[in-house]
Structure formats: structure tokens, C-alpha cells
């Protein structure tokens, strides 16, 4: 018997190996038709213009979903709601553009989405070419035809000159002060103008402690339970302004804190926030569920001070009848101390 050789038997065995990896490297032919799915479009109007995907959106009332025209399609069929296609289609279309609910090549007729329970929904396709290949695909649609319930109307915004008269600026009113317990009024005869504001007025009074390290209330009837909005407006007119004390940080330190709970605005100084006779604004939002919104105002440093106090109330506070710049809420009457020194030096 011949001896083997080798180099023929080496040669056969990559020749099996490249015939195996050329078996294992032939895959199924794709559709020339598979591009990813059917691009169906959702329209308002039966004319089909304009339109948008329908893959993803969310419809209501009447609409208008359609396969736009493509080449070489020769029918395209429509199951809502039923992935797996089975039985009659809801709809077979065989021109285009092909239509879910029917229609003309002038005007789809339209699917009533108040029919289908609201939610997602699945519609899926089967188009068929003239070559006899079929691609099918899924789209993803939201029907929502519960309307959203519209935004609250807030509440009327209270406003409050705090230490000074009624005032309107910028077209909007400020009440007189009212509603404080202790403290006094205060006003710098010299200082005349306020930066950072067109609502110089505003700021040329405030509302102080009588004495250092004093403190004072402002309380105002919270008839409806709710988150209550409260900015307050501060100036520093005596210390470093015309006619006060020396300036500088530290000279005034106060904390405020609303309803009792974590203080809002601890260790304030308004001078060396914004410097003296500079308006700014901090603002606050509370919970009130006892009827009254309160506020304490108290110094670690001389006395604490405001010049003046929004609050914009929640949904369905009453709002004031005669006077349209006041509530019809039992606000609490000055002190009679903040009465008599309402002009009294500082």
C-alpha cells in the first residue's frame, strides 16, 4: 500500500474548511422591501395635510391615519389592536394612499378615537408588493380624549405698605399697613430715592421693633387651607443711608419665620445683601391649614424691619368686596404702639 501523503491530506482538509465557512457565511436573504417598518402618518384633517408620524403620538377626537403613497405596493392590510393579526383585517387597502379608515384619493375618512378605550393602542400592518413580498410592522399610538383639567385660578394677592399709607405704583395698590402686633412705624424723612426698584415709595417706610434685639407679628386670616406665597420686600433706610447711622454689615441681623415651623430667613442683614437704600425681595412658600398665616419677625442685632409684604393666596380664597385693594378677611388691626410712634424718631 502507497504511504500516505501528507501535504494532499492537508490540502483536502482546508479545502472542507473554507466549503464549511462558506456555508456558515451565506445568510437569509433579507426583503428588499424590510426598511424598518411602515411609516404611517396621523392627520387632523381628512385631506391629509398637514400630518406627522403616527408612531408615538398622542390623538384624540377624529383622526386621519394613512401608508403615504409608495412604489410598488400592490395592497396594504390593517389590524387594530390584534399583534398577531389573525382573522379579517379591520381594513385592506389596494391604492393609495392607503387609508385605516377608507376613504377617496381626495379624503380619508376619519377613525374616532372616542370608540378605542383611552390608552395605548396597537396598530399593525401588512404591506404587500408587487413582487409578492410581505413586510409587516407595529405602530405605537396614545389615545387621550379626557380633557385636562384646567390650572386653578390663584387667589387674590394681598399687599401691605408696611409702616406707611396706602400707596399705588407701577399700577399696582399697596393697603396701609394693618394687621401687625407690636414694633412701630418708621420712616427716614431724608431718604427720598431707593435703588434697585421703580417703586421707590414702597421702601421709603418699614415696619421695625421698638426696641434692640425686639421683635414684632404680622397675622393675616387664611380662610382657605393651601400653599400661601409670601414675598417680602426690605430696604435699609437707616443704617449707612442719608440721615441714619453709620453703615455696615452687622448693624441689623433678624430672622423671619412663617407659621412657627423652620425658620424661612435666618440672620438677614440687608446691608450686606444689597448695601443701604437698595430694595430686595425674598420670597417664601407655606403650607396654612389653621386659618391664619403668621409671621414673626425677631433681631439678634438691633431691630428686625419690612418694608412691605405680598401674599398670594391659593384657589378659591374669597376675594374683597367694595374696596378692590382690600380683603374681606379679619386682618388684625396695628398695635397701639405701632400707632402712636408712626412719626416718632427712630
Known amino acids: 500500500m502507497p504511504p500516505a501523503r501528507p501535504g494532499r491530506r492537508l490540502a483536502g482538509a482546508a479545502t472542507v474548511a473554507a466549503l464549511v465557512a462558506a456555508s456558515m457565511s451565506v445568510a437569509t436573504p433579507a426583503s428588499a422591501h424590510d426598511t424598518g417598518g411602515v411609516a404611517l402618518q396621523v392627520s387632523m384633517s381628512a385631506g391629509r395635510s398637514p400630518s406627522s408620524s403616527l408612531g408615538g403620538a398622542t390623538v384624540s377626537g377624529t383622526v386621519y391615519a394613512f401608508l403615504p403613497t409608495a412604489p410598488d405596493i400592490s395592497s396594504v392590510r390593517f389590524w387594530l389592536d390584534n399583534p398577531s393579526m389573525s382573522g379579517t383585517p379591520r381594513q385592506t387597502e389596494r391604492e393609495a394612499p392607503y387609508d385605516l379608515a377608507g376613504g377617496t384619493a ?72 394693618s394687621g401687625f402686633t407690636g414694633g412701630k412705624s418708621y420712616r427716614n424723612p431724608q431718604v427720598t430715592q431707593i435703588a434697585g426698584t421703580t417703586d421707590d415709595a414702597l421702601y421709603l417706610d418699614e415696619h421695625s421693633a421698638t426696641t434692640d434685639k425686639g421683635s414684632f407679628s404680622y397675622s393675616v386670616a387664611a380662610p382657605v387651607a393651601g400653599s400661601y406665597t409670601v414675598r417680602l420686600h426690605f430696604a435699609e433706610i437707616y443704617h449707612g443711608a442719608t440721615g441714619g447711622g453709620p453703615g455696615g454689615a452687622g448693624k441689623r441681623v433678624f430672622s423671619v419665620n412663617l407659621e412657627g415651623g423652620a425658620v424661612e430667613l435666618p440672620n438677614f442683614d440687608i446691608y450686606a445683601a444689597v448695601g443701604a437704600m437698595t430694595a430686595t425681595t425674598r420670597t417664601f412658600t407655606v403650607p396654612v391649614t389653621d386659618g391664619r398665616l403668621d409671621m414673626a419677625f425677631t433681631a439678634t442685632v438691633d431691630q428686625p424691619s419690612v418694608a412691605a409684604i405680598e401674599v398670594q393666596t391659593p384657589a378659591g380664597t374669597p376675594t374683597s368686596t367694595g374696596d378692590p385693594t382690600l380683603f374681606a378677611w379679619d386682618t388684625r388691626m396695628p398695635s397701639p404702639i405701632g400707632r402712636s410712634e408712626a412719626r416718632a424718631p427712630r
Open 106 to 177: 381626495a379624503a380619508a375618512n376619519g377613525l374616532d378615537t372616542r370608540t378605542l378605550a383611552e390608552g395605548t393602542h396597537t396598530l399593525s400592518t401588512a404591506v404587500t408588493y408587487t413582487d409578492g413580498d410581505t413586510v409587516s410592522g407595529e405602530t405605537m399610538f396614545t389615545v387621550d380624549n379626557v380633557p385636562d383639567a384646567p390650572a386653578p385660578t390663584p387667589g387674590p394677592v394681598l399687599r401691605v405698605n408696611a409702616g406707611g399709607g396706602a400707596v399705588t405704583t407701577g399700577g399696582v395698590t399697596w393697603s396701609a399697613e
